[in-house]
């Protein structure tokens, strides 16, 4: 497996899936959480499995359906091209289940034409400001009026939101901070900045759907294209 954030090629055991070369593959270990990438198979071999690290995951990368130009985003307005339990996995290992509890109390937080209403401290606007101009908004969602995003911090974090027109509320991101915070206020820039070029350009298909869902040009590229062999795209 080569690992781009490591610069490392390593060998890991695997008797759990069926691998090919190029795939998107999670271990366990020291590089547990990181993606990877299968450069080899073997199937000849004699190996000490205490010396040896298991694969223990594989990401669904396989994308069909039409994607649209949206400035530094793709966009596509079909359900089952990015859906977002797909591309959660293109980012984050599968986690171990764990329980959390949520309060919902529908009050409307800001107004996207708005969002100096988040009254959020200089600090967190400029951060917030900064992941947006950087793309760090990888992947966003609205499905009705329930959105949901994945912004890159420290590690990749999940927002959640419910948008009714340009009014967004329960806004919560999975930092669990009490307050309104960086990753949250970049998700919603993202936001305006996707419904501008739905509006300007792709009006039609989003009233028909009344779902989108746009993804960074350059991860989509790296994780669901520059390994496939075969397939083919229309522009």
């Known amino acids: 497996m080569y ?5 490392r090629t390593l060998g890991y055991y695997n008797d759990s899936f069926d691998l090919y070369c190029g795939d998107l593959v999670y271990v366990d270990g020291k590089l547990e959480g990181l993606y990877g990438r299968v450069v080899q198979v073997s199937y000849h071999f004699k190996i000490k499995l205490s010396d040896y690290r298991r694969v223990v995951a594989v ?10 130009l949206a400035g530094s985003h793709l966009v596509t307005f079909a359900r089952e091209t990015l859906p977002y339990s797909k591309v959660r996995s293109w980012f984050k290992a599968l986690e ?3 329980t959390y509890v949520t309060g919902h109390d529908s009050e409307t937080i800001c107004d996207l034409d708005h969002l100096d209403d988040l009254q959020v401290s200089s600090a967190i606007a400029d951060r917030g400001y900064t992941y947006y101009l950087e793309d760090r908004v990888k992947y966003i969602c609205l499905d009705g009026p329930y959105g949901r995003a994945l912004v ?6 999940e927002v959640e939101f419910t948008c009714h027109g340009r009014e967004i509320s329960d806004l919560l991101c999975d930092c669990f901070c009490s307050y309104t915070c960086k990753h949250e206020l970049a998700a919603m820039l993202q936001l305006r900045n996707a419904l501008v070029f739905i509006e300007k350009y792709y009006v039609d298909q989003y009233n028909a759907a009344h779902y989108f869902a746009a ?3 350059g991860p989509f590229y790296t ?9 083919s795209m229309t522009v």
């Open 3 to 7: 690992f781009p954030t490591k610069n």
């Open 59 to 68: 990401a669904d990368t396989e994308v069909h359906g039409t994607i649209y």
């Open 96 to 98: 171990q289940e764990e």
């Open 152 to 157: 890159q911090g420290s590690t990749m974090y």
């Open 215 to 217: 993804i960074e040009k």
């Open 223 to 231: 994780l669901a294209v520059d390994s496939r062999e075969s397939g």
